[in-house]
Every structure is written in structure tokens, then in C-alpha cells.
């Protein structure tokens, strides 16, 4: 590879998002997502992208970066300061994300986990309505819940 690092700007379908494709790896085979400038600042690459006003995510994977700005400057004058600073972190030699921020990533399956509540405590007795009056209407016995 040259010393030369091409970097190009592919526009999205939504207007506020470019991805910035590098001809080498930036994060080889992997990805991390940083959807605030506080959660970037252990990523020194994502920092870099952070202090380029108006950027609100940062996307890194192997060899492309997704960005989302709110500022209205256009991509084209953004993009060159966007690639500006990816330059400045390849040439570093830093790596885009920590290793031990990625390896403490929690698994698929705990994800999941923590994604489903726990049904049986949240059991709800239903109760019948009145539908006229909108208020609870007594059970007699004989009546299913």
C-alpha cells in the first residue's frame, strides 16, 4: 500500500448521513457505533470526527466510517475536514477503537436477555370494563378472570 490514503464519500439515502470509504482497514472486520461526542471520547477516532462541528454519529467498520451531521454545512465541505481527520488518525498509528472497549462488548445472547422482561412477573389480571361507564365492573362468582 502507498503512504498515500484515498479516502472517498459515498451520500446515503438520507441526506444527513455520507460514509467515507478508506482503501485500507480503519477497524479490520469489525464495527462500533458512537451516538454522542460524551460516548467517542475513549475512541480516538471517533473523537477526532466529534470535534468537526455538526457531527452527531459515528459509525466505524473495517474500512468505512458512517457519519450523520445536523449542522447544514454541506457534505462537500464537511467531508474535507472529515477526511482531514481520518488521515491525521491513520498517520498516528492509534487505534480507532480500544481493544479492551470492544472485547467488553456484551454478547448477542445477554443482549437478548436483557431485551425480554420477565413475563411472569409482569403478569396482569385483566379486568372487564364497563364500556358505557368506563369503570370496573364487579365479578360474580362464576366468572372467568
Not at 472485547?103 to 385483566?126: F, G, I, K, T
Amino acid at each position: 500500500m502507498s503512504d498515500e490514503i484515498k479516502i472517498s464519500g459515498e451520500p446515503l439515502g438520507v441526506a444527513s448521513m455520507c460514509r467515507f470509504v478508506v482503501d485500507r482497514p480503519v477497524f479490520a472486520n469489525r464495527s462500533y457505533y458512537f451516538g454522542t461526542a460524551a460516548a467517542a471520547a475513549v475512541s480516538p477516532l471517533a473523537k477526532r470526527l466529534f470535534e468537526i462541528s455538526g457531527i452527531g454519529s459515528v459509525l466505524i467498520t473495517h474500512n468505512a466510517i458512517t457519519l450523520t451531521k445536523y449542522a447544514p454545512d454541506p457534505w462537500p465541505f464537511v467531508g474535507k475536514l472529515i477526511g482531514a481527520a481520518i488521515r491525521a488518525h491513520i498517520q498516528s498509528g492509534e487505534p480507532a477503537v480500544p481493544e479492551e472497549l470492544y472485547n467488553n462488548l456484551p454478547s448477542p445472547d445477554e443482549l437478548r436477555r436483557r431485551e425480554r422482561p420477565d413475563l411472569a412477573a409482569l403478569r396482569v389480571r385483566p379486568q372487564r370494563l364497563d364500556v358505557v361507564a368506563q369503570e370496573p365492573v364487579a365479578h360474580r362468582e362464576g366468572d372467568e378472570d
